[in-house]
Structures are given as C-alpha cells and as structure tokens.
DNA sequence: AGATGTCCCTGGAAGC
DNA sequence: TGCTTCCAGGGACATC
C-alpha cells in the first residue's frame, strides 16, 4: 500500500531514466478511479521533462502539460525498455522513446489524470487541498501545533486526512505515533506544544527513513524498476498486534478509527 | 468550517 | 472441497 515513501522510491526509480524521452504513444486499459481527461493521442510527441511528487502524486511534466498519477493502495509502477506482455491488471500505459511506463492495479483504486497544467481545474481539484509536504522546510514545528490546536479529531485521523500534513498513511500514521508516544486516539487539539515537536520528528525521521529502506512492501509494492523495499521489517507497531512491543514488550494492541486500523502499545503511548 | 460515514475495487484469508 | 463473507486501504464525496 503505497504512502509518501513507497511513491517517493517509485519516483526515483525511474524519474532520470524517463527525463528527456518522446511519448509515442498512450494507452488507457480498463477505467482506474477516474478518465485521463484527454484523447491519449493528445499526448504522442510529448517530451518529459521530469517527476516530482507532491503527497502521494506522482506529477509527470511535459514540455506542455502534465500527467498525474496516483497509485491507490495496490498500484505499481514499471518503466522498461522491454516488457513483459500486459497482463489483466495493467491499465495504463507509456511508450517512449527511453521505455514504457506502465501502472498495473489489480484494485484499481489509482489514477492517472492529464491536466493542461498544474493550475488547471483537473489539478487543482486534486492537489489543492493537500497539506504540507512533511519532509519539505515547510514542515515547520510551530505551524504544525497551531494546525492541530484547531482540531478535535484524534490525532491518528488528522494525520490520515492529509489536511495539515501530506503522505502520512495508516502504516506510517500508526509507527509515528508509537514513536512519538502518542495515544492514536487523542484529540489533536489536546496535543502540547513538546509532544507536537515530537511527533513532527517522528514523522519526518520514520518517512525518511521508509525512503532510505525502499519502502514497504507488505503485500505488492516494488519500484519502478522492480525492486521491493525492506521498511516491514522496522515496523514496531503497525500488523503486530498482540506480538510484544519492541520496547517495553506488552502485547500491541489494535482497533478500529474510522473504519482502518490502528496499532498502539498501550503502555508506551499515553493518552 | 470540521467531523463523520459511505463508496469505489478485487485478491486473499477466514468462516461455514 | 466449494461457497460466502470479510477485510485491506486512499481519498473524493455527501451529509450533518
């Protein structure tokens, strides 16, 4: 399931081999979550010119346009000189002049959507609400207090929400806070000014380091160019329930917020 | 406005 | 064994 770092790791996986290469042609399988919003033949000739990310986005530039690309919860992305018959779960497809990139998502909850350009509508709707990018400078301790001061959901679903503070999913949400020591079932607004500096570290050094492993692959996720990452193999909290905590080896703990899990040491994690 | 619940989708696991 | 049901999850959307 990918989160910030599993998108980040696909991105550079593929993002110098594919700059600079000529779109020869596009074509879009079975329906994803939403249309391209353009004829694909719009996009033959187009020249990349690179990938960022913003949240779980990939953002693929052209000399003009771009492509947004999403990848759900099941969604990978490969970018080959030579590939491999499409199979059933391959639902968008690039050739270049470098490669092709292609999506395979057996769920199909991801995406892949053409805008004009990242102003236009099409971008907008989807990446206008996003919150701040947590491994960015902007990622600042006393904005984050005062972002959290204002709400009274727990703090587990704020950050899940992706308002105040991007890319953090339920994996990466739950080990946050055990790290932090945070009851997942906090309100945010109740959180002090020290515990909020905490939990900002915690983010930062538990996606920075997700990215430097590979990310996760707890069920399907590889790279780009096929490589899996090696994160599960940290997790103190997150799929261990009832197996001791790492630190102080009481059994983790787990429930339902808003319809995902959460996985917490009730000893270590104070409300 | 923020908070909450619903829905989309399908493979694999669990239950009967 | 074979069927049915449940579950995983990101995030848009509707509703209060």
């Given at each position: 399931m990918p989160e910030l770092p599993e998108v980040e790791v696909t991105r550079l996986s593929f993002a110098l081999e594919i700059a600079g290469a000529q779109v020869i042609s596009v074509h879009m399988g079975k329906a994803l979550?939403?249309?391209?919003?353009?004829?694909?033949?719009?996009?033959?000739?187009r020249l990349v010119q690179n990938v960022r990310r913003r949240g779980k986005y990939l953002l693929i530039d052209f000399d003009h346009g771009v492509l947004l690309v999403h990848l759900g919860m099941s969604g990978s992305l490969s970018f080959a000189p030579q590939l491999r018959p499409a199979d059933i779960h391959d639902h968008f497809e690039m050739v270049t002049t470098r490669g092709t990139l292609r999506l395979t998502d057996p769920r199909r909850f991801g995406a892949v959507v053409y805008a004009d350009?990242?102003?236009a509508p099409q971008a907008r709707k989807l990446l206008g609400k996003l919150g701040v990018?947590?491994?960015?400078?902007?990622?600042?301790v006393d904005r984050f207090h005062f972002e959290l001061k204002?709400?009274?959901?727990?703090i587990k679903q704020v950050l899940l929400?992706?308002?105040?503070?991007?890319?953090?999913?339920n994996i990466y949400a739950s080990e946050a806070l055990f790290l932090a020591g945070?009851?997942?079932?906090?309100?945010?607004?109740?959180?002090s000014r020290p515990r909020c500096a905490r939990l900002h570290a915690a983010i930062q050094d538990v996606l920075a380091r997700a990215v430097a492993k590979?990310?996760?692959?707890?069920?399907n996720f590889s790279s780009a160019n096929g490589d899996s990452g090696h994160f599960q193999l940290d997790a103190?909290?997150?799929?261990?329930?009832?197996q001791p905590c790492r630190v102080c080896s009481a059994p983790i703990k787990t429930m339902r917020q808003g319809q995902r899990s959460t996985f917490y040491c009730p000893h270590c994690q104070k409300a």
């Open positions: 979550r939403w249309p391209l919003g353009c004829a694909p033949t719009l996009l033959t000739g350009s990242q102003d990018e947590p491994l960015s400078d902007d990622f600042d204002g709400r009274k959901a727990s929400a992706g308002v105040v503070v991007v890319g953090v999913g945070i009851r997942p079932t906090l309100s945010a607004s109740r959180l590979g990310g996760s692959t707890l069920r103190m909290v997150y799929a261990r329930q009832g």
